[in-house]
């Protein structure tokens, strides 16, 4: 195998800054591009990458001996985060910063065995790795004006363009009602809970809601507060979102944006047979346009947005 150092130098343009552990298993990492702050969109994603050639965290499925002897760059994309707060407790907003945060799960396990998250849970502050040096992506708040409401839906890291976006509202005075709801397994898997609480008890019209599937009170009908599996779908579907959130879902005036599995958002099939339109199990698609949202599209603009 060549150098490393040399290897490094060759593809590298940034460096770990931070890397901030929620759990083994999920991470925010702050990574400052040597050619200075990304100009981009809240809600864009950029790509991440390391070479083959760097070292794997322990437990985490083997790649075959071929690949991981390729010395190839491996990227991937992930959506731009934001810290929200710095540590005196000021807003941040996301573009302009010199420093780019990512919330990124460790993938241990898939059908094919997952190369760069391994590789990006084993770095340490100081750490070079790539980074994409543009944005690309059109989920954005383009679009959006100051009085409407504005709900984010997300399963796990999905939550991340969420932040952006929300720092971004908040940053600019929005009047409209916001509201953000992530739904995760456990209550340990939300990274930014914090964040988000401090923020509720500073902007009167934002609400942030917390779902989860796999606590005691989503399993034991016996568990004192049980409320049994909370997945986005059931929640809008049922009108528990409405009065969780005392937001009331107009499509006329409410923009929703959705980021995160793919069974929860529920993309429409390309088909004539409008019975055969939606997905199974349903998804969040089928439930909000039963309610009068369109999806936006670039030749037909709507306010639900994934």
């Known amino acids: 195998m060549a150098d490393i150092q040399h290897l490094r130098t060759a593809h590298y343009n940034s460096v770990l800054e931070e890397l901030r552990?929620?759990?083994?298993?999920?991470?925010?990492?702050?990574?400052?591009?040597?050619?200075?702050?990304?100009?981009?969109?809240?809600?864009?994603?950029t790509v991440l990458g390391l070479g083959t050639w760097e070292c794997r965290v322990t437990g985490t499925q083997l790649e075959p001996t071929e690949s991981a002897a390729a010395e190839t760059l491996i990227q991937r994309a992930y959506s731009i985060s934001c810290p929200l707060l710095d540590r005196a407790g000021i807003l941040q907003r996301a573009n302009g910063a010199s420093v780019l945060e990512f919330y990124v799960t460790l993938v241990r396990h898939?059908?094919?065995?997952?190369?760069?998250?391994?590789?990006?849970?084993?770095?340490?502050?100081?750490?070079?790795l790539?980074?994409?040096?543009?944005?690309?992506?059109?989920?954005?708040?383009?679009?959006?004006?100051?009085?409407?409401?504005?709900?984010?839906?997300?399963?796990?890291?999905?939550?991340?363009?969420?932040?952006?976006?929300?720092?971004?509202?908040?940053?600019?005075?929005?009047?409209?009602?916001?509201?953000m709801v992530t739904c995760a397994r456990y209550q340990r898997d939300f990274g930014y809970i914090e964040e988000?609480?401090?923020?509720?008890?500073?902007?009167?019209?934002?609400?942030?809601?917390?779902?989860?599937t796999r606590e005691r009170e989503n399993l034991d009908p016996q568990a004192a507060g049980y409320t049994g599996k909370r997945y986005l779908q059931d929640y809008?579907?049922?009108?528990?979102?409405e009065v969780g959130s005392d937001c009331r879902l107009d499509a006329s005036s409410t923009h929703i944006f959705l980021c995160g599995a793919p069974d929860m958002i529920g993309v429409p099939r390309r088909t004539h047979d409008v019975e055969q339109r939606y997905p199974q199990p349903r998804g969040m698609v089928e439930v909000l346009e039963g309610r009068g949202f369109q999806i936006d599209l670039p030749h037909a603009p709507g306010r639900l947005h994934f």
């Open 236 to 241: 809008f579907a049922s009108g528990a979102f």
């Open 130 to 179: 790539y980074c994409g040096p543009r944005a690309h992506g059109h989920y954005s708040l383009a679009g959006v004006l100051p009085d409407q409401t504005v709900v984010f839906a997300a399963t796990g890291t999905g939550e991340a363009p969420h932040n952006a976006m929300l720092a971004e509202l908040l940053s600019r005075g929005h009047r409209g009602q916001i509201v």
């Open 21 to 45: 552990l929620v759990h083994a298993d999920l991470g925010v990492f702050r990574v400052r591009p040597d050619d200075g702050p990304l100009d981009f969109e809240p809600g864009q994603y």
């Open 196 to 212: 988000h609480r401090r923020l509720e008890r500073r902007f009167a019209n934002y609400r942030y809601l917390p779902l989860t």
């Open 110 to 128: 898939a059908a094919k065995p997952p190369a760069l998250t391994p590789r990006l849970f084993a770095l340490q502050p100081g750490a070079r």
